[in-house]
């Protein structure tokens, strides 16, 4: 069935340090794939996008990775600070002309040590 | 630019009694769409609203039920409250595509007793 799963729920890192957070997914229909942070009582902020038809995409301080051989996704992280402390989400885009859902894994929890 | 607004932030219901919740989309955005998230999980999928229809549904009964209005603004209503209904209820919007970007909403925590 559609699943998107994360290999670790906590992942703990020094400040300055890079943080990668991997995820699986199991939808290879699926072409587009989001990366969400959701700090404690907050609702998902989006933090980058990526679709299928690219293999890697960058933003400010984080970067996606996409390997569709093997349905892997992964969120990297820069010189990781305080506030980047929060449960990371990725997610994919099932969905057809004019509709779609996002399809949640179960989260990772990123903690960043001063 | 407001963004994705929801209401009651916080609502305490019993079992068996009904609830309605409320969104309001991102200024520009079409398509609301609703998730329900327990403690500790990724939110899951419920149901998207465009164009005052259901467009898509998630696996839920039929006790939850939207509707979705001439403003884009759009109701989640449950019945029949249950102790697992208890979680936080996340909506949110985006521009018509299916591939469009999802913004949410702070969500509304539902704990039913």
């Known amino acids: 069935g559609e699943s998107v799963g994360l290999h670790l729920p906590t992942l703990s890192v020094q400040e300055g340090d890079n943080s990668i957070i991997n995820c699986a997914y199991s939808?290879?229909?699926?072409?587009?794939f989001i990366w969400y942070k959701q700090e404690s009582g907050k609702g998902p902020q989006f933090i980058i996008d990526?679709?299928?038809?690219?293999d890697k995409r960058q933003g400010q301080r984080v970067t996606v990775l996409l390997n569709k051989t093997v349905k892997h996704l992964s969120l990297q992280i820069a010189a990781t600070q305080p506030g980047d402390s929060a449960v990371y989400f990725c997610?994919?885009?099932?969905?057809?002309?004019?509709?779609?859902?996002?399809?949640f894994g179960q989260g990772t929890t990123l903690q960043v040590k001063p | 630019d407001a963004g994705v607004t929801q209401s009651p932030t916080h609502l305490i219901k019993t079992r068996g009694q009904q609830v309605t919740l409320r969104c309001s989309p991102k200024?520009?955005?079409?398509?609301v769409s609703w998730y329900q998230q327990a403690l500790g999980q990724g939110p899951q999928f419920i149901f998207q609203?465009?164009?005052?229809?259901?467009?898509q549904r998630g696996n839920f009964p039929d006790r939850f039920s939207g509707h979705q209005f001439p403003n884009y603004s759009s109701e989640l209503n449950v019945n029949a409250l249950l102790l697992g209904d208890s979680a936080l209820y996340l909506c949110?919007?985006?521009?018509?595509?299916?591939?469009?970007?999802?913004?949410f909403g702070p969500g509304t925590r539902l704990t039913v007793l």
């Open positions: 609203y465009y164009e005052e229809e259901e467009r």
């Open positions: 990526i679709r299928s038809n690219m």
């Open positions: 939808n290879s229909a699926s072409d587009y």
């Open positions: 200024s520009g955005h079409d398509t």
């Open positions: 949110a919007s985006s521009f018509r595509s299916a591939t469009d970007t999802q913004y």
């Open positions: 997610a994919e885009n099932v969905g057809s002309s004019n509709t779609g859902k996002l399809i």
